[in-house]
DNA sequence: CTTTAATAACTGACCAGTCAGTTATTAAAT
DNA sequence: ATTTAATAACTGACTGGTCAGTTATTAAAG
């Protein structure tokens, strides 16, 4: 029993709170929020169950931090690309579809955006964050936009805020139908043509002569 | 103790079931299947638990009971509605349209659909049953309806299922953001509004001079 | 009297959260 | 350099509570 051996356990305080999140989006987008065990996370993150608590209060804590993680990167780089975006609304709408099909398509948003839909009854706070910084932020900029365009003649009468819930409920249905009935047989949709029809049917649709 | 008094039950061998689903109905809708709790499902059928399993011989075959009980009424009304109808598609749209929402109004496909889409990774069979059923039938005569419009002259080029998707998309996200996020003090959408706005926006973006 | 719908107390499995003890790591003392 | 003391990251067995499903018993109904 003189040969070490490999150590049982490393401490890397700093690497921790990354790894158990990371372990924990996984198993939350797999199980939601009920079905999702302490245990799995701690083992898929390398830990054990106890050291989870050494960085999160709660499970809901976690949840909180996990729903976080998939938030930050996703809203910031969106709402800067459109921001800074001069041309006409005809434009903006063959920027913004593909942008958000290609977020859709790859980011966390997805099953985690799924999750809080599921849950959210059971956890309202968990809502209520994804709403306040994710959703109202993204229609409140998309209402703005057609707003602007509006009064620019761009774009026709109707309600702004009912206009954007038009423009981005495809790919809400999309991400939906490939979480929900793709593993179970159905035949998916695909994110990338549906941007496409979609960009044409609104551009008919919205849009008046004056746009390009 | 001599008199008699109330009788401590009934036996009604023939209402029990419906009774008992309608409460797994409402709890399931409030709850989600893992939140919701056989107990309470008892309590407000007005029976002990124990007499749920003269019914139902587990808690996922009463979540069948339900999604069935959800469907049934409804999915033969709209394709009998929607078979019957015998004018040029755009008409077809003004009568679609708000048939949809008052059925994600009214009835007890949005609270289960949701709890569908929530829990289904955990209950497959469930989002199976749902699909086959519900979901894929009427994606199915939408598109149908589009590709015979089609070859009719009336609605432009494209893929008749991405054009079904496009027309349900906002109903559905109109119905999760009624159970998701009013709750928690977002602002509802106008489901009857959202239907008129998007009827002007497909007619002018699917339609083609050719229709009415 | 027999049958059976219905009850209510019960069981066993599961799991979030706890905590007493263990081990890696750092640093002070020799 | 080597030993020793102190710290804190980490473990894993444990607990208290919850809940789906079972069963012994009661009572309604013919």
Redesign the pocket.
Known sequence: MLQPGP???????DD?PGEIVAAALAVFSEKGFAG????EI?RRA??????L??YF????ELFHAVVKSAIAPNIAMVRQRLESFPGPFGGLLELFLPTIAGVMATSAVAPIGKMVIGEGRNFPELARYWHDELVAPMIGLVSGMIAAAQARGEVRAGDPRLYAAQIMAPFLMAVLWRETFVPVGAEPFDINQLAAQHLGVLKAGMLTGASS
């Open positions: 150590p049982k356990f490393q401490r890397r305080k921790r999702a065990k302490l245990d701690a390398g830990v054990s169950k106890g050291a608590y050494l209060e709660t499970k809901e």
